[in-house]
């Protein structure tokens, strides 16, 4: 059974930093995409970030270019996301996706139960 | 960036009717186009991908259909586990979006 367990949410303060991760099991982990995709409290589901099998591929959405950055670790089957500079508007629930192939192109499937982080003072 | 908008934002229907929700692109995608549904507190589950293809497990009520930029979810006979918002995502190339969502009640 494919399993993701996202950690690493918490309260931090505006301008600070966070790395969440997501440990996967149940799959070749290094056969496929990952992606982040955060809700924030009441609204809908919105694409953070995504990284191919090999890193070689990477995206971000324009809300948070050039303050997070996404990375895996294959050997450990492990996800992350190193946020920079959080903002009051980061505050969400992070979900880690797996995707369907080795390219960050695809529907995702399965989807972790979220690590919440809240960014306030 | 292509941009996804639903509609309706939300509706409520009786249970046995036949719902509809509309997913339009801003610009052609052809049929990289997946459907969604999270139930209240849960994790996002994938229905439909490929604009028209079920994912196994999930009841044949649901069905998807559109290409280009006009893409339809169709439950042809509303139940109460049905409730839920529905989000479609466009998946052919990054920035990966999402539609803002259509919360789906009973009536």
């Known amino acids: 059974e494919v399993q993701l367990v996202e950690s690493g949410g918490g309260l931090v303060q505006p301008g600070r930093s966070l790395r969440l991760s997501c440990a996967a099991s149940g799959f070749t982990f290094d056969d496929y995409a990952m992606h982040w995709v955060r809700q924030a409290p009441g609204k809908g589901l919105e694409w953070v970030s995504g990284i191919s099998w090999n890193s070689g591929s990477i995206g971000y959405a324009d809300s948070v270019k050039g303050r997070f950055t996404i990375s895996r670790d294959n050997a450990k089957n492990s996800l992350y996301l190193q946020m920079n500079s959080l903002r009051a508007e980061d505050t969400a629930l992070y979900y880690c996706?797996?995707?369907?192939?080795?390219?960050?192109?695809?529907?995702?499937?399965?989807w972790g139960q979220g690590t919440l982080v809240t960014v306030s003072s | 960036d292509i941009q996804m908008t639903q509609s309706p934002s939300s509706l409520s229907a009786s249970v046995g009717d036949r719902v509809t929700i509309t997913c339009r692109a801003s610009q052609g995608i052809s049929n990289y186009l997946a459907w969604y549904q999270q139930k209240p507190g849960k994790v996002p589950k994938l229905l439909i991908y490929?604009?028209?293809t079920l994912q196994s497990g999930v009841p044949s009520r649901f069905s998807g259909s559109g290409s280009g930029t006009d893409f339809t979810l169709t439950i042809s006979s509303l139940q109460p586990e049905d409730v839920a918002t529905y989000y479609c995502?466009?998946?052919?190339?990054?920035?990966?979006?999402f539609g803002q969502g259509t919360r789906l009640e009973i009536k």
């Open positions: 490929a604009a028209s």
């Open positions: 996706a797996k995707a369907i192939g080795p390219t960050v192109t695809g529907w995702f499937d399965p």
């Open positions: 995502q466009k998946y052919n190339s990054a920035p990966i979006t």
